[in-house]
């Protein structure tokens, strides 16, 4: 939906306005630089001045910041006030994650296990043969390709819900609230209060249901598909109020006047939805397929708390996979690398999902 | 004496001595009831006396206000050792669990007395269960471990004692909580690294088996037993003696009825839980595997795992006979619900779980059996394996049996970097020691705490009495837990670094096992050749050296 | 099947107001709308239900599966007695209550320091990408996108150690402010994305209109911009929220006692010692009370939505 920018003035900027953001940006630079050599020195051991910690480092950074966006307007005018729009979110992404990922990529090649004497070393590409002949990461990544297929599923049921709740209805803030009310409660407290309590075996009401519709010996996770079944209805029933407020808010935004036109045209419903409703939520839907397939990769906390993974591996998703490589065995190296190949299988695999999607869209709109 | 008298005499500035007159004396009674207590009666209106009976079984669980109150009178012995004021300004983290609002609660109420008299405060850090291994190991390595004091596990001794991160016990704390007092197998090389004694012990931990009376006593089944095929020596119905007995029960009991309600017969935990499952398969292990006279049973003296061994794959080869008998789910039961949600209401009549079920039985109000438990400890087996000569062998004494002391317990450190300021470290000890008091450890004995007796003064049965226990039913609880913790062949778990570590892979791989993906001589060894690995990681030769000085081998 | 079932009933119900010939068929649609949503309703409302209910169980009443207060079993305090919640234990001294209050503030700052910081950077950062061309070098608009959802991606697992080092110099353990900055970090794609779907719906003929009259960007954006996109601000602050406020995994890391969270107290309610489902029950019903009232209450800002829309 790039398609036209928004067309704003440009003022002319002089000289004396550019060389004046030029110092100051220098000077912040300058600042920070200090700041930051002092205390690595400091920490080194070479000089000691004494910091507590890297505070310092940080108000110089925040200091910068200021006078970067500072400087944006007074060097570039209309265009550095458009740039402010964006860096504040810019800079404090990258402040936040640039220390995380540089450590994350150094700890991948080592072998490092917290309960080893002799710390960290590099390996090179062990950690990657390990996991090329790893069964567990495979088990878990083949488990991914079933839990993410759902998804669709997950979004079909979402839009029904979304256009029920926008029909014409008594009681619809009722409604609205019940429907948002499963996404609330903690997944901690999801895990055991339905995945140990309302699916138990014996007591469970969920059980007890299933044995009065004639399911003879009820089990939720005994069966390998049955189990992954379970914890992706539990998964979903906490994550399509997600994709139902995405999906409401959009039908919401939806311009009247065009089904308007189509109802005098004599349109039937289904030609309604299917021709007008449809295409236009495309780019609403695409957001929420996709952040909700992100969060079904992330998958992790209700599979540690009901199955750790079981039985046998098959709950088992990659995140809690590297949850217990990096926490029960912390195997910090190797579980940071099936992470970061992880990350790289997801990037590719959301940017293909985005380009089809985008594809789709445009050939539908 | 309660909290808010102790607040008003306070107010009232009295000087000590006073404060004590005030009090009826509590620490003279205190000091005197050390010695009462180990005689099998004790004194009417001895600090002991008066704590059992706060607030009583049958009462339900005890409250904050309970805590506190067991806490205030079991100040005695601080007050002899500490002035009141001494510790004012001194302010130190205590780092533990939040396990249902248990232990670090109690602690918090236990020593909110201890702060009112000492004026040290205390700042908690509480940990789910779930977290603990992983946050206590991650702050060891990035130098992130803000706490003074740590409520920990024996077997992570080992992570503490290589990086020499805890304090050793002054000579007056041993004298404080009568460390000669504590039962044998917690007595050194446990609780210390290196020779140094670290741990001021608030618990012991060991399997024990729990089994339900009324169905072993039960007379149809009696009957029906008496034409079954394999008794495995189990002549005439009654509680199984040996795993081979169990294993034919278990069969036996499926689909059984007593009573109208169904009956399972033994509950395995085959669920991962962050290491703690192994403890079970362990158990099951341990008659078969842990051979007289020989202290290796997991690994041999240069670490080589045993759990590729005839006696271990056996071990989990039962699991795998014995699952489809049991419960459905159940291999995905988690292994505390095993205990506290399937057991104690009534669903299986065999356990192998640590002591605490025996009280929570009694005293917690979501259990429904308390009037048909009994205790015993671990079965044994007809036969053992003797691993250095590679065969099974039938001993002359009869079964073997070789509890297995799962966990160690846990205890209280003080980290080493309170030492450099001594009235940190005498605020610091002095708080542990006060959990780990001789009096206030029989009433974390005999109510909800999570925590089991671990102190031959806890055999004294008037004094569970007095909380309300049927002397007949404890007697046979303390007997299941005293004799596991005296017996000569008893199973103990190696304290190396990363022991946790070995479990968690060894889950994994059981769990595969147990859902029959591999066999279980597959999955022994892949257990075995894991370990290797993780050994070769943790580096060999040290790795060695730890398991050595852990299980007290030269 | 629900789509097509639910797009007719939409259509439907949207004709009301017309002279309609097929009442009976409109009749029909009807029914099966509100039959739907009463179905969906149960489906969201029963595990809620159970869990309420559960606070007030005694522990042979979940251990036997009662489900009716009364007829089942006795409704009692267990659960909020154990937090000193109960009417009997609320005026009573109680160091549990005290950790849960303490927890509940914590999460109130966190959660909603940490969205409503997110949705001010991210409603900057989506309006700027859906309106304008940027370039960075040689990132354009698509790659700035892609750099904000690609933080959503990794397992915040593997973030475990380096947030620990990170937190331990710069002294953000175990604070609340720590606890934020995180938290933003966690949402912030989520807003970003959410709203520049947005802004990309909202015309841009009027904004052009006020810069050719004079105004500056940030002045199109504060005053004709920003009351449209509401009802989606208020969307995405809901979705924040929710987030932060169940958020476990890093309570569990960065805090000790001083910014502790709920569902780390929610967590510990498991251990050797089997678990307290009335605990659990009370404080999943505890922690769930606070976003429901803001539910309520921020639910008609969605629903403002339709008058905006309308305005287009």
Same mark, same amino acid.
């Given at each position: 939906?790039?398609?036209? $920018?928004?067309?704003?003035?440009?003022?002319?900027?002089?000289?004396?306005?550019?060389?004046?953001?030029?110092?100051l940006?220098?000077?912040?630079?300058?600042?920070?630089?200090?700041?930051?050599?002092?205390?690595?020195?400091?920490?080194a051991?070479?000089?000691s001045?004494?910091?507590?910690?890297?505070?310092?480092?940080?108000?110089?950074?925040?200091?910068?910041?200021?006078?970067?966006?500072?400087?944006?307007?007074?060097?570039?005018?209309?265009?550095?006030?458009q $740039?402010?729009?964006?860096?504040?979110?810019?800079?404090?992404?990258?402040?936040?994650?640039?220390?995380?990922?540089?450590?994350?990529?150094?700890?991948?090649?080592?072998?490092?296990?917290?309960?080893?004497?002799?710390g960290?070393?590099?390996?090179?590409?062990?950690?990657?043969?390990?996991?090329?002949?790893?069964?567990?990461?495979w088990?878990?990544?083949?488990?991914?390709?079933?839990?993410?297929? !759902?998804?669709?599923?997950?979004?079909?049921?979402?839009?029904?819900?979304?256009?029920?709740l926008?029909?014409?209805? $008594?009681?619809?803030?009722f409604?609205?609230?019940?429907?948002?009310?499963?996404?609330m409660?903690?997944?901690v407290?999801?895990?055991?209060?339905?995945g140990?309590?309302?699916t138990?075996?014996?007591?469970?009401?969920?059980?007890?249901?299933?044995?009065?519709?004639?399911?003879?010996?009820?089990?939720?996770?005994?069966?390998?598909?049955?189990?992954?079944?379970?914890?992706i209805?539990?998964?979903?029933?906490?994550?399509?109020p997600?994709?139902?407020?995405?999906?409401?808010?959009?039908?919401?935004?939806?311009?009247?006047?065009?089904?308007?036109?189509?109802?005098?045209?004599?349109?039937?419903?289904?030609?309604?939805f299917?021709?007008?409703?449809?295409?236009?939520?495309?780019?609403?839907?695409? !957001?929420?397929?996709?952040?909700?397939?992100?969060?079904?990769?992330?998958?992790?906390?209700?599979?540690?708390?009901?199955?750790?993974?079981?039985?046998?591996g098959?709950?088992? !998703?990659?995140?809690?996979?590297?949850?217990?490589?990096y926490?029960? $065995?912390?195997?910090?190296?190797?579980? !940071?690398?099936?992470?970061?190949?992880?990350l790289?299988?997801?990037?590719?695999f959301?940017?293909?999902?985005?380009?089809?999607?985008?594809?789709?869209?445009?050939?539908?709109? | 004496?309660?909290?808010?008298?102790?607040?008003?005499?306070?107010?009232?500035?009295?000087?000590?001595?006073?404060?004590?007159?005030?009090? &009826? &004396?509590a620490?003279?009674?205190? %000091?005197?009831?050390?010695?009462l207590s180990?005689?099998?009666?004790?004194? *009417?209106?001895?600090?002991? &006396?008066?704590?059992?009976?706060?607030?009583?079984?049958?009462?339900?669980?005890?409250? /904050? &206000?309970?805590?506190?109150?067991?806490?205030?009178?079991?100040?005695?012995?601080?007050?002899? +050792?500490?002035?009141?004021?001494?510790?004012?300004?001194?302010?130190?983290?205590?780092?533990?669990l939040?396990?249902? +609002?248990?232990?670090?609660?109690?602690?918090?109420?236990?020593?909110?007395?201890?702060?009112?008299?000492?004026?040290?405060?205390?700042?908690?850090?509480?940990?789910?269960?779930?977290?603990?291994?992983?946050?206590?190991?991650?702050?060891?390595?990035?130098?992130?471990?803000?706490?003074?004091i740590?409520?920990?596990?024996?077997?992570?001794?080992?992570?503490?004692?290589?990086?020499?991160?805890?304090?050793?016990?002054?000579g007056?704390?041993?004298?404080?909580?009568?460390?000669?007092?504590?039962?044998?197998y917690?007595?050194?090389?446990?609780?210390?690294?290196?020779?140094?004694?670290h741990?001021?012990?608030?618990?012991?931990?060991?399997?024990?088996?729990?089994?339900?009376?009324?169905?072993?006593?039960?007379?149809?089944?009696?009957?029906?037993?008496?034409?079954?095929?394999?008794? %495995?020596?189990?002549?005439?119905?009654?509680?199984?003696?040996?795993?081979?007995?169990?294993?034919?029960?278990?069969?036996?009991?499926?689909?059984?009825?007593?009573?109208?309600?169904e009956?399972?017969?033994?509950?395995?935990?085959?669920?991962?839980w962050?290491?703690?499952?192994?403890?079970?398969?362990?158990?099951?292990?341990?008659?078969?595997?842990?051979?007289?006279?020989?202290?290796?049973?997991?690994?041999?003296?240069?670490?080589?795992?045993?759990?590729?061994? @005839?006696?271990?794959?056996?071990?989990?080869?039962?699991?795998?006979?014995?699952?489809?008998? *049991?419960?459905?789910?159940?291999?995905?039961?988690?292994?505390?619900?095993?205990?506290?949600?399937?057991?104690?209401?009534?669903?299986?009549?065999?356990?192998?779980?640590?002591?605490?079920?025996?009280?929570?039985?009694?005293?917690?109000?979501?259990?429904?059996?308390?009037?048909?438990?009994?205790?015993?400890?671990?079965?044994?087996?007809?036969?053992?394996?003797?691993f250095?000569?590679?065969?099974?062998?039938?001993?002359?004494?009869?079964?073997?049996?070789?509890? +297995?002391?799962?966990?160690?317990?846990?205890?209280?450190?003080?980290?080493?970097?309170?030492?450099?300021?001594?009235?940190?470290?005498?605020?610091?000890?002095?708080?542990?020691?006060?959990?780990?008091?001789?009096?206030?450890s029989?009433?974390?004995?005999?109510?909800?705490?999570?925590?089991? @007796?671990?102190?031959?003064?806890?055999?004294?049965?008037?004094?569970?009495?007095?909380?309300?226990? /049927?002397?007949?039913?404890?007697?046979?609880?303390?007997?299941?837990?005293?004799?596991?913790?005296?017996h000569?062949?008893?199973?103990?778990?190696?304290?190396?670094?990363?022991?946790?570590?070995?479990?968690?892979? %060894? *889950?994994? *791989?059981?769990?595969?096992?147990?859902?029959?993906?591999?066999?279980?001589?597959?999955?022994?060894?892949?257990?075995?050749?894991?370990?290797?690995?993780?050994?070769?990681?943790?580096?060999?030769?040290?790795?060695?050296?730890?398991?050595?000085?852990?299980?007290?081998l030269? | 099947?629900?789509?097509?079932?639910?797009?007719?009933?939409?259509?439907?119900?949207?004709?009301?107001?017309?002279?309609?010939?097929?009442?009976?068929?409109?009749g029909?649609?009807?029914?099966?709308?509100?039959a739907?949503?009463?179905?969906?309703?149960?489906?969201?409302?029963f595990?809620?239900?159970?869990?309420?209910?559960?606070?007030? #169980?005694?522990?042979?009443?979940?251990?036997?599966?009662?489900?009716?207060?009364?007829?089942?079993?006795?409704?009692?305090?267990?659960?909020?007695? =154990?937090?000193?919640?109960?009417?009997?234990?609320?005026?009573?001294?109680?160091?549990?209550?005290?950790?849960?209050?303490?927890?509940?503030?914590?999460?109130?700052?966190? =959660?909603?320091?940490?969205?409503?910081?997110?949705?001010?950077?991210?409603?900057l950062?989506?309006?700027g990408?859906?309106?304008?061309?940027? #370039?960075?070098?040689?990132?354009?608009? #698509?790659?700035?996108?892609?750099?904000?959802?690609?933080?959503l991606?990794?397992?915040?697992?593997?973030?475990?150690l380096?947030?620990?080092?990170?937190?331990?110099?710069?002294?953000?353990?175990?604070?609340?402010?720590?606890?934020?900055?995180?938290?933003?970090?966690?949402?912030?794609?989520?807003?970003?994305?959410?709203?520049?779907?947005?802004?990309?719906?909202?015309?841009?003929?009027?904004?052009?209109?006020?810069?050719?009259?004079?105004?500056?960007?940030?002045?199109?954006?504060?005053?004709?911009?920003?009351?449209?996109?509401?009802?989606?601000?208020?969307?995405?602050?809901?979705?924040s929220?929710?987030?932060?406020?169940?958020?476990?995994?890093?309570?569990?890391?960065?805090?000790?006692?001083?910014?502790?969270?709920?569902?780390?107290?929610?967590?510990?309610?498991?251990?050797?010692?089997?678990?307290?489902?009335?605990?659990?029950?009370?404080?999943?019903t505890?922690?769930?009370?606070?976003?429901?009232?803001?539910?309520?209450?921020?639910?008609?800002?969605?629903?403002?939505?339709?008058?905006?829309g309308?305005? #287009?």
């Amino acid at each position: 939906m790039s398609s036209g $920018r928004l067309e704003a003035a440009h003022d002319e900027v002089l000289p004396a306005r550019l060389s004046l953001g030029k110092w100051l940006f220098r000077l912040a630079s300058g600042l920070l630089l200090i700041v930051a050599t002092l205390q690595i020195v400091d920490t080194a051991g070479l000089v000691s001045i004494g910091f507590a910690d890297w505070r310092p480092t940080l108000y110089a950074f925040l200091v910068w910041c200021v006078a970067l966006a500072i400087a944006q307007i007074v060097e570039r005018g209309e265009l550095g006030r458009q $740039r402010l729009f964006v860096l504040p979110a810019l800079l404090f992404t990258g402040a936040m994650v640039i220390f995380p990922t540089l450590f994350g990529f150094s700890v991948a090649f080592t072998d490092w296990n917290l309960n080893a004497q002799s710390g960290p070393h590099f390996n090179g590409l062990d950690n990657l043969r390990t996991l090329w002949a790893d069964s567990y990461f495979w088990n878990a990544l083949g488990n991914m390709v079933f839990y993410v297929a !759902t998804v669709i599923v997950q979004y079909v049921i979402a839009f029904g819900l979304a256009l029920l709740l926008n029909a014409n209805i $008594r009681g619809r803030k009722f409604f609205r609230v019940a429907f948002l009310m499963p996404f609330m409660l903690s997944p901690v407290a999801v895990s055991w209060m339905i995945g140990k309590s309302l699916t138990e075996n014996r007591f469970g009401p969920l059980a007890n249901f299933a044995r009065w519709l004639g399911w003879e010996n009820v089990t939720f996770f005994t069966d390998p598909w049955i189990a992954r079944t379970t914890i992706i209805a539990m998964d979903a029933w906490m994550w399509i109020p997600f994709m139902v407020i995405l999906l409401l808010a959009g039908l919401q935004a939806l311009p009247l006047d065009v089904k308007e036109a189509a109802k005098v045209d004599g349109a039937s419903t289904w030609q309604t939805f299917w021709e007008i409703t449809f295409p236009l939520m495309l780019p609403v839907s695409v !957001t929420a397929i996709i952040l909700r397939t992100i969060f079904e990769l992330k998958l992790a906390d209700i599979v540690i708390n009901v199955t750790a993974g079981g039985p046998a591996g098959a709950t088992d !998703t990659i995140s809690s996979f590297v949850y217990r490589e990096y926490r029960d $065995r912390a195997n910090v190296g190797y579980a !940071t690398m099936v992470a970061e190949v992880y990350l790289v299988i997801i990037i590719i695999f959301i940017t293909l999902l985005l380009s089809v999607a985008n594809r789709y869209v445009r050939k539908v709109t | 004496m309660r909290v808010h008298v102790y607040e008003t005499l306070m107010a009232m500035q009295r000087s000590r001595r006073d404060v004590l007159k005030g009090a &009826a &004396a509590a620490t003279a009674l205190a %000091a005197s009831s050390s010695i009462l207590s180990s005689t099998p009666s004790f004194a *009417e209106d001895s600090i002991v &006396a008066q704590i059992m009976k706060i607030p009583g079984a049958g009462n339900g669980s005890p409250t /904050d &206000a309970d805590w506190q109150k067991v806490g205030a009178l079991c100040l005695g012995p601080t007050k002899a +050792n500490v002035k009141q004021g001494e510790f004012a300004g001194v302010e130190f983290s205590f780092m533990g669990l939040n396990n249902q +609002n248990l232990h670090n609660f109690l602690f918090r109420g236990f020593l909110t007395p201890w702060e009112a008299y000492t004026g040290a405060k205390i700042k908690w850090i509480d940990l789910a269960q779930g977290d603990y291994n992983a946050r206590l190991q991650q702050s060891i390595a990035t130098g992130t471990a803000d706490f003074d004091i740590l409520e920990m596990g024996a077997p992570f001794e080992g992570d503490m004692g290589v990086k020499d991160l805890l304090s050793e016990m002054p000579g007056w704390v041993k004298t404080q909580i009568d460390f000669d007092d504590y039962v044998n197998y917690l007595k050194p090389p446990v609780g210390t690294w290196a020779g140094k004694i670290h741990r001021v012990t608030i618990d012991s931990d060991c399997h024990t088996i729990n089994y339900r009376t009324d169905v072993f006593s039960d007379p149809d089944l009696a009957k029906q037993w008496a034409d079954w095929k394999d008794q %495995a020596g189990l002549a005439t119905w009654g509680q199984p003696k040996t795993w081979q007995q169990v294993q034919q029960v278990t069969k036996f009991l499926k689909g059984k009825k007593v009573k109208g309600k169904e009956v399972y017969g033994f509950l395995d935990q085959p669920k991962p839980w962050g290491g703690f499952q192994f403890y079970f398969t362990g158990s099951r292990a341990t008659a078969y595997a842990k051979y007289p006279g020989e202290k290796n049973w997991l690994f041999d003296e240069n670490m080589k795992p045993l759990v590729n061994n @005839p006696a271990w794959v056996r071990a989990i080869q039962d699991v795998v006979d014995a699952l489809p008998s *049991e419960p459905g789910d159940q291999i995905n039961a988690d292994p505390n619900t095993t205990a506290f949600q399937q057991f104690v209401t009534g669903t299986g009549s065999l356990l192998e779980w640590w002591g605490d079920i025996g009280t929570f039985a009694r005293t917690s109000d979501t259990a429904t059996i308390g009037e048909v438990l009994n205790f015993d400890i671990l079965p044994g087996s007809d036969d053992v394996y003797n691993f250095r000569a590679q065969k099974w062998e039938k001993l002359a004494s009869g079964p073997n049996h070789a509890p +297995n002391m799962a966990y160690l317990g846990w205890g209280i450190y003080v980290m080493k970097s309170v030492d450099a300021d001594p009235k940190r470290q005498k605020a610091a000890w002095s708080a542990a020691a006060h959990l780990g008091g001789k009096d206030l450890s029989m009433w974390t004995a005999a109510y909800p705490s999570g925590f089991q @007796p671990y102190r031959k003064s806890h055999t004294n049965l008037d004094l569970w009495a007095l909380a309300g226990y /049927d002397k007949k039913y404890i007697g046979s609880y303390m007997d299941s837990q005293s004799t596991s913790y005296n017996h000569p062949n008893s199973a103990i778990e190696p304290r190396i670094p990363g022991i946790f570590q070995y479990y968690s892979i %060894a *889950e994994d *791989e059981l769990q595969k096992t147990f859902a029959g993906k591999q066999t279980a001589q597959q999955g022994a060894d892949n257990v075995a050749a894991a370990w290797e690995k993780l050994t070769d990681k943790l580096g060999r030769e040290n790795q060695i050296k730890y398991y050595r000085i852990s299980m007290g081998l030269t | 099947m629900t789509v097509n079932a639910a797009a007719g009933a939409t259509a439907l119900a949207e004709r009301d107001d017309a002279v309609a010939p097929r009442s009976f068929a409109r009749g029909v649609g009807r029914a099966a709308i509100y039959a739907l949503l009463i179905v969906w309703t149960v489906v969201a409302l029963f595990p809620i239900y159970w869990t309420l209910s559960t606070s007030m #169980k005694l522990g042979r009443d979940v251990t036997q599966g009662h489900l009716i207060p009364w007829v089942d079993f006795m409704p009692r305090w267990k659960g909020w007695q =154990s937090l000193g919640l109960s009417p009997d234990t609320i005026f009573n001294t109680s160091n549990v209550r005290e950790e849960f209050l303490n927890k509940l503030i914590n999460s109130v700052v966190c =959660s909603i320091g940490a969205s409503a910081f997110a949705i001010v950077i991210g409603s900057l950062a989506a309006y700027g990408l859906s309106r304008f061309d940027y #370039k960075f070098g040689p990132w354009r608009n #698509k790659d700035i996108s892609f750099f904000f959802v690609s933080q959503l991606i990794l397992p915040p697992v593997v973030l475990a150690l380096p947030f620990l080092v990170l937190y331990k110099e710069l002294a953000l353990l175990d604070t609340r402010i720590g606890l934020i900055l995180v938290y933003t970090l966690m949402v912030l794609p989520i807003v970003i994305w959410v709203m520049r779907d947005q802004f990309d719906t909202i015309p841009m003929e009027m904004e052009q209109a006020a810069l050719v009259d004079g105004c500056t960007t940030w002045g199109a954006f504060l005053r004709i911009v920003l009351p449209i996109a509401l009802p989606g601000m208020v969307a995405a602050f809901i979705l924040s929220l929710v987030l932060c406020w169940n958020e476990y995994f890093f309570a569990s890391l960065l805090t000790g006692s001083d910014a502790q969270t709920l569902p780390v107290m929610v967590a510990s309610q498991t251990g050797s010692s089997g678990i307290n489902w009335w605990t659990i029950a009370a404080l999943a019903t505890a922690a769930i009370t606070p976003l429901l009232l803001i539910g309520i209450f921020l639910e008609r800002y969605i629903v403002m939505g339709l008058t905006a829309g309308a305005g #287009k």
